[in-house]
């Protein structure tokens, strides 16, 4: 059988990155919007 590998850590950083990129996109609209 074969062993199944975890996401290396960089990977797992580039999609928090990628999350985080679009939260934090979100976040500025929504703060543009509120004023």
């Known amino acids: 059988m074969?062993?199944?590998h975890p996401p290396s850590p960089?990977?797992?950083l580039e999609i928090?990155?990628?999350r985080f990129?679009?939260?934090e996109a979100?976040?500025?609209s929504s703060?543009?919007?509120a004023r």
């Open 2 to 4: 074969e062993q199944q």
């Open 21 to 23: 990129g679009a939260l």
């Open 10 to 12: 960089m990977r797992l």
């Open 26 to 28: 979100v976040a500025n």
């Open 31 to 33: 703060i543009k919007l």
């Open 16 to 18: 928090l990155k990628d």
